[in-house]
């Protein structure tokens, strides 16, 4: 019994310490606009938690494999990448990262939100939209395993809402 104790201790010390990370971002995010690259952002949505001061285990943003920053309620970063197809992952806390593609043009913007997964549940997803963060089209995953354990997902933006979103959130 000591030892189960011990194990549930560790859990939620980890799961705390996890939640105490904040944005960040591995690139400069004051380098200014190359038209060759496109410019993608990642951004959360502060939501109801994070409205009322609750923190959520920082999103830890990966382009192609490697780490450009990781964001937090109510923040966004920002990367610039050459133009072609990207793998797009976000890793919440412990679990699984959730892995996507993307096809972006030199000189576009897009607008990833990171968010909870949709159950399918309408009114569930409701809650969690509005309690965490999500809204956007979800992006598909590149595998039901990705989809199904992730404690994040990426969705995708239109442009206008995207940049909207941008202006009320602080940079990372």
Do not use: H
């Not at 201790?9 to 606009?33: D, N, P």
């Not at 956007?136 to 595998?143: I, K, V």
């Amino acid at each position: 019994m000591g030892q189960l104790y011990r194990i549930v201790l560790v859990f939620c010390a980890v799961l705390q310490l996890a939640a105490c990370a904040g944005t960040s971002a591995i690139e400069s995010q004051s380098k200014l606009r190359d038209s060759r690259l496109a410019r993608m952002y990642f951004l959360r949505e502060q939501g109801v938690l994070g409205a009322l001061g609750g923190a959520v285990p920082a999103a830890e943003i990966r382009v192609d494999g490697k780490p450009v920053g990781s964001v937090t309620n109510g923040s966004y970063i920002f990367v610039d990448r050459p133009p072609g197809l990207l793998k797009l992952s976000v890793q919440n806390g412990i679990s699984l990262a959730f892995e996507t593609e993307t096809r972006v043009e030199a000189g576009g913007t897009y607008y990833f939100n990171i968010g909870v997964p949709k159950t399918g549940a309408p009114g569930m997803d409701l809650l969690n939209q509005a309690y965490a963060g999500g809204s956007g089209q979800q992006m598909r995953a590149q595998s039901p395993l990705s989809a199904g354990f992730s404690g994040a997902v990426l969705y995708s933006l239109d442009p206008s809402a995207g940049a909207a979103e941008i202006a009320r959130l602080k940079p990372g």
